[in-house]
């Protein structure tokens, strides 16, 4: 069975999906995927052992240039990539109007979220078969329902299996005794306080701990720059693409993350992640892994998901929910795993 699978984003949406390919690989023997995905994020669904091809798309920066030759050109190709099979199942996994669209422009039957359950209503009225799947849930079990439903087998009862292997970002590593800091984000209003990642670094590089930051833009690198002044057990990277992330994430003792896709990633990888939530809800988007650990600010408008902090009392910590997240409190989580040499500089 071959099934064209439309999921082109966030990474964190990607990452959720991935359960699901695993659900229907030990469920339905042979079947595989074609997989359509931003071209950002191409490399992550190839590491999945149930995707046969990834087709990447470009459809933000098509946006911009929608009418260039270059648009018109890898457009062209685009659809001779969605035609090149008749598919048996043609699933849309985003609910978007975009996502729906590009259903119509490959061979098979089209199927996804119906009116209630879609992201976006109107995307429910280009498939041929549509499925019900309650909202409120986390995203992972509303994927792994979708997937049940569309291609005809009970949802396992199982914990979330990423299918990915730990094990292909470790070739030839030497082990190494460091943290990261996934401390990006483009939400203003889920961003950790920067005086608390120089006070946790300061913790991590009283126990022996190195740290390692990456940045995704020039503002971020500045940041974590900033962070680091002064510290010399942390090593600022240059900008890594999502490869060279996934490597630096599996050979990491712990990684502490705000949400942000890369937090995700660390979770599915198998890697002890400790995620910090203020204005988003980590029951229905939190990062999900073997050893994954959600910090939740305690504060009356918490999640607001607002993308910037809307609280207009007084309070020296920005976002202000922030001031219920200590670096102390952040380090204790850290310090309960195993593998951690028993320091604790709080108590010094």
Known sequence: ????????????????????????????????????????????PSWHPKVDRVIPVALRRWRKGIFSRDTRKEWKRLREQLQEYHYDLILDAQGLVKSAFLTLCASGTRVGLDWQSAR??????????????????????????LFSQALGYQLPGSLPDFGLDRSQFQPHVKDENYLVFLYGTTWTSKQWPESHWRSLAGLASQCGYRVKMSGNNVEEIEKAERIAEGNPAVEVLPRLGISAMATLLANAKTVVAVDTGLGHLAAALGVTTISIYGSTNPHYTGALGMASVHLTADFPCVPCLSRTCQYRGESAIKPACYATISPARVWAEVSKFKQYHPCNPLRS
């Open 1 to 44: 069975m071959r099934v064209l699978l439309i999921k082109t984003s966030s990474m964190g949406d990607i990452i959720h999906t991935l359960p699901a390919l695993t659900d229907a690989g030990i469920m339905i023997p042979g079947i595989s995927f074609d997989w359509v995905v931003e071209d950002g994020f191409a490399s992550i």
């Open 120 to 145: 976006e209503s109107l995307a429910s009225w280009a498939y041929q078969r549509k499925y019900k799947v309650n909202f409120y849930q986390h995203a992972i079990v509303r994927m792994r329902e």
